[in-house]
C-alpha cells in the first residue's frame, strides 16, 4: 500500500537583533515558485525541526540563529503549490551580514513597511501573524 502524506518543512523569521527596529531576513528565491520568502525548507529524514530551522538558516542566509519560540504550524493544502506541507514557523534572531547561499537568488532585509508584495506560499499571513503577535502580544489563532 502507497500513502500520500504531506512533507514537513520549516519556515524562520529572523530578527536582526544588532540593528534598529530589529528588521526580518527575506530571501528571493532562485527556484519555482519565484518571489520572496522567509528563509527555510524541507526537513530531512531523521533530522528534528529546530536542527532543520538552524541547518536552514546557515545555508540559505549564512548566518546562525537562535531560536526563541515556535510560532505556529501552517498547514493548508494549498500552502505550497507544489504539494501539500506542513510548516513549523519558528521565530529567531541573529546578528551579522546575511548573505544569499543555497537557492536564495538574493537576500533582503525588511522593516514591516518595506515587505515586498510578491512573497511565496502562505508567508504573508505568517507575517501578519507574527506581526500582530509581536506588537501586540495577541498570538495567532488555529485554523
Same mark, same amino acid.
Given at each position: 500500500?502507497?500513502?500520500?502524506?504531506?512533507?514537513?518543512?520549516?519556515?524562520?523569521?529572523?530578527?536582526?537583533?544588532?540593528?534598529?527596529?530589529?528588521?526580518?531576513?527575506?530571501?528571493?528565491?532562485?527556484?519555482?515558485? #519565484?518571489?520572496?520568502?522567509l528563509p527555510g525548507g524541507f526537513v530531512d529524514y531523521g533530522e528534528?525541526?529546530?536542527?532543520?530551522?538552524?541547518?536552514?538558516?546557515?545555508?540559505?542566509?549564512?548566518?546562525?540563529?537562535?531560536?526563541?519560540?515556535?510560532? #505556529?504550524?501552517?498547514?493548508?493544502?494549498?500552502?505550497?503549490?507544489?504539494?501539500?506541507?506542513?510548516?513549523?514557523?519558528?521565530?529567531?534572531?541573529?546578528?551579522?551580514?546575511?548573505?544569499?547561499?543555497?537557492?536564495?537568488?538574493?537576500?533582503?532585509?525588511?522593516?514591516?513597511?518595506?515587505?515586498?508584495?510578491? #512573497?511565496c506560499f502562505d508567508h504573508d499571513r505568517i507575517l501578519r501573524d507574527?506581526?500582530?503577535?509581536?506588537?501586540?502580544?495577541?498570538?495567532?489563532? #488555529?485554523?
Amino acid at each position: 500500500m502507497s500513502y500520500k502524506n504531506p512533507v514537513p518543512t520549516v519556515d524562520i523569521i529572523i530578527e536582526l537583533i544588532d540593528r534598529p527596529h530589529r528588521p526580518i531576513i527575506l530571501i528571493e528565491r532562485h527556484n519555482e515558485p #519565484l518571489g520572496w520568502a522567509l528563509p527555510g525548507g524541507f526537513v530531512d529524514y531523521g533530522e528534528p525541526v529546530e536542527v532543520a530551522a538552524r541547518r536552514e538558516a546557515e545555508e540559505e542566509i549564512g548566518l546562525q540563529v537562535e531560536l526563541i519560540e515556535q510560532l #505556529l504550524v501552517y498547514s493548508d493544502p494549498s500552502r505550497d503549490p507544489r504539494q501539500h506541507t506542513i510548516s513549523i514557523v519558528f521565530l529567531a534572531t541573529a546578528t551579522g551580514e546575511p548573505l544569499a547561499g543555497d537557492d536564495a537568488k538574493n537576500v533582503g532585509i525588511f522593516e514591516p513597511w518595506s515587505v515586498p508584495g510578491n #512573497l511565496c506560499f502562505d508567508h504573508d499571513r505568517i507575517l501578519r501573524d507574527y506581526w500582530r503577535y509581536r506588537h501586540y502580544g495577541i498570538r495567532p489563532r #488555529l485554523g
